[in-house]
């Protein structure tokens, strides 16, 4: 049986004990339309240490969501992740959404406004691949990555304008230990 795709999202905020909702959301519309693929883990700065679970996860994508006030913390352990695991990184989050010129080159992707659609075409991209070209991610609305040095900045992916089209939230994947 061949292993399952993992995908690891990380939140960043500290200090409050709100759940990472943008993450959830995005985590169980993925498990809807991916079923049995791939496995989702996210991952709270507030209640486990980051990196020794991103290591044990052994993750194929790591996805970091960070507000401005986050966005070092981000760029620390994207470089972190670059030095110790193979994982390509994905920054999502308002800070990259409104300053998407903020990008950096220790992430591999960046995503732009609403991440469900724009992360659903990122993992279908990745599925048993180590690495996804410039021409796949061409095609996928609403990135930002380097191509030779230069930001590269696909079209527009527009808001999801049904909303009933997105799953309830799976609160389940939250998973709390302190």
């Not at 913390?73 to 998407?100: C, D, E, F, Y």
């Not at 180590?130 to 590269?152: N, Q, W, Y």
């Not at 527009?156 to 799953?167: G, K, T």
Request: include cysteine; charged fraction near 25%; hydrophobic fraction near 40%.
């Amino acid at each position: 049986m061949e292993r399952k795709f993992k995908l690891g999202l990380v939140s960043l905020k500290k200090g409050d004990n709100c759940a990472p909702a943008g993450l959830v959301y995005i985590a169980t519309y993925l498990q809807q339309h991916l079923k049995d693929d791939f496995e989702v883990k996210i991952i709270e700065q507030n209640y486990v240490d980051v990196e020794k679970k991103l290591k044990e996860g052994k993750f194929d994508l790591i996805g970091i969501s960070a507000m401005t006030v986050h966005y070092g913390a981000a760029l620390r352990l994207s470089r972190w992740i670059k030095q110790n695991m193979p994982a390509p990184v994905v920054i999502g989050g308002v800070h990259i959404s409104t300053l998407p010129g903020s990008f950096e080159n220790c992430f591999d992707i960046g995503v732009i406004g609403e991440g469900e659609a724009s992360m659903l075409e990122i993992v279908r991209a990745y599925l048993g691949k180590k690495a996804v070209g410039k021409e796949e991610l061409l095609k996928i609305k609403g990135l930002i990555f380097f191509d030779g040095g230069h930001l590269v900045t696909t079209e527009e992916r527009p808001l999801i304008e049904d909303l009933d089209s997105i799953p309830l939230p799976d609160w389940r994947l939250v998973q709390r230990t302190i």
